[in-house]
C-alpha cells in the first residue's frame, strides 16, 4: 500500500543513510512498542500478532524480513515480561519446559515454510489466524480471578500436547505466538488461575521466540535493524507494565478493543494478498 508514511523509498546503501533511518524514519516503532509489549504482557499473548501487521502493512517489509523482526522484538518484549512474571512467582516453570520441548519440531517447520511459501500466502494465512485469533477470544470467558490451580497435573498437560505441537508451526511461520491459544487451552482444560496462565504463556512465547529467531538465521533470514533499535526500548517497558496493568484494568474492556483490532487487521490482511 503505496499510502504508508513508514514504507522505504529506496534500500539503505550507506552507513549514513542507515544512521538517518535509525534516528528519523522508525521512531514510530518505539511508541509502537511500548503499546504491543504491554497488551501482549497484560493478556497472555505474542507480540507477533500485533508486530506483523505492523511491519507488513504500515512498514511495508517483505515476509520473511518481518518475520524475523517480529520475533526478535518479541524475544526481547517477553524476556521482559518473563522476568517480572518471574519475580512474583507465578510461573509453572515446569510446565513451560513441557511445552517448549514440543514446540520445536513445529517451529523449524514453520521457519522452512516462510522460505517455500509465497508473499501473497502468507498474509492470507496470517488474516486467517488473526480472524481465528479473535473468535477465540469471543468464546473464550476468561476471568482474571483466583479461581483454578496454581500449578497443572502434568498427566493432564500431555493430553494437550498435540495441540500445543501443531500450534508452534505458526510461530515459526509467521511469528504468531501459541499464546493466543495456549492460555485458553490452560484455562478452560488444564484448570489453572488466570495469572498463573498468562505468566506460564509469556515464559513460553521466550523461549519459542528464541529458538525461532535462531532457526531463521539459520536459514538465511535479515532483519529490519532500525526497527529492531527502535522497538527493543519500547518493548522493555511495555514489558514490564503489562504485568502491573494486569492487576488493575477491566479485562472486558480491553478483550473487547482487542477483538475489534484483530478483526480489522484480520480482514485487511485477506483484501491485501488478492
Known amino acids: 500500500m503505496n499510502w504508508s508514511p513508514w514504507k522505504r523509498s529506496s534500500p ?3 552507513s549514513t543513510r542507515w544512521i538517518n533511518d535509525i534516528m528519523m524514519d522508525n521512531w514510530w516503532s518505539f511508541p509502537f512498542g511500548v503499546l504491543i509489549a504491554m497488551i501482549s504482557s497484560t493478556v497472555g499473548i505474542g507480540g507477533g500478532i500485533l508486530w506483523m501487521p505492523f ?6 517489509l517483505g515476509p520473511g524480513t518481518a518475520v524475523l523482526t517480529s520475533l526478535m522484538i518479541q524475544t526481547v518484549g517477553m524476556g521482559s515480561g518473563t522476568l517480572a512474571y518471574w519475580r512474583q512467582r507465578q510461573i509453572d516453570k515446569r510446565l ?11 517451529i523449524a517447520f514453520g521457519a522452512w515454510l516462510t522460505q517455500s511459501v509465497a508473499p501473497s500466502n502468507l498474509e492470507l494465512v496470517l488474516g486467517l489466524l488473526t ?13 482474571y480471578g483466583d479461581s483454578g490451580d496454581a500449578r497443572v497435573d502434568m498427566r493432564r498437560a500431555r493430553r494437550y500436547g498435540w495441540a500445543v505441537s501443531l500450534m508452534a508451526v505458526a ?16 484455562r478452560n482444560k488444564m484448570s489453572l488461575r488466570m495469572g498463573v496462565a498468562v ?15 535462531i532457526f531463521h538465521i539459520m536459514g538465511g533470514a535479515r532483519a529490519d535493524w532500525p526497527i529492531v533499535a527502535w522497538a527493543v526500548p519500547g518493548v522493555l ?11 488493575r484494568i477491566n ?3 480491553l478483550k473487547e478493543i482487542f477483538i475489534f483490532l484483530l478483526t480489522l487487521i484480520g480482514i485487511h490482511l485477506i483484501y491485501n494478498s488478492y
Open 96 to 106: 513451560a519446559a513441557f511445552l517448549l520441548l514440543l514446540t520445536l519440531p513445529g
Open 251 to 253: 479485562d472486558r474492556v
Open 199 to 213: 505468566a506460564t504463556s509469556i515464559a513460553t512465547i521466550f523461549g519459542v521466540c528464541l529458538l525461532a529467531t
Open 131 to 143: 480472524l481465528f485469533t479473535a473468535l477465540i477470544f469471543v468464546s473464550a470467558n476468561q476471568k
Open 237 to 247: 517497558i511495555g514489558g514490564q507494565l503489562g504485568p502491573r496493568l494486569a492487576e
Open 12 to 14: 539503505v546503501s550507506t
Open 55 to 60: 511491519l507488513l502493512i504500515f512498514v511495508g
Open 171 to 186: 510461530s515459526g511461520m509467521l511469528s504468531v505466538s501459541i499464546g493466543e491459544w495456549v492460555v485458553p487451552l490452560m
